[in-house]
């Protein structure tokens, strides 16, 4: 998918790709803005307590470093957004190094707080994981979350391996 050319990183969106790339990186901005909540398991997730043991050190800790993680964490789920193709169209998306880098943080979260809901642990198999779930329901949201977490995976690999080469 992504190909280096030069300084950028390169790939081709199809239209379908383009909104689930858009739903999902919309999806982090809103759980990061009203969605916000310290109870809800993802933001636990991609916030995690620096010292599970000392509940004042983790607050302390966070007063001084959340509102910066949380911002960056939004700013790089809109480097995503800003990167795509306007509009209901496929296309091609050209990154930067430092957009790049943003992709591959941003996916991460993405695929963190999906891995979350979907309740995907170190060791889950994730082809067995979408085979059971055809079998259930082959047209269940269930799915379709699966596809979209394995893809969101490819990308994340395929564009690492651009970084690399």
Known sequence: MFRRHGDRYVAVFAVDEVRVLRKVA?????????????????????FPEVYPDDAASTAEFRRYTEGDLKTAKIDQAGAILAALPDGEAGGEVRLDAE??????R?????????GVRLEIKDGTDLGEELDDAVAEDPTSSRVFQLSVYAYLGY???SLLNALID
């Open 106 to 114: 941003a996916l991460n979260d993405a695929r963190l707080a999906m």
């Open 26 to 46: 919309s999806e982090v901005v809103g759980l990061l803005t009203d969605g916000f909540d310290h109870d809800d398991p993802v933001v636990g997730r991609l």
């Open 155 to 157: 990308l994340q690999e």
């Open 99 to 104: 957009a790049a880098e943003a992709w591959l």
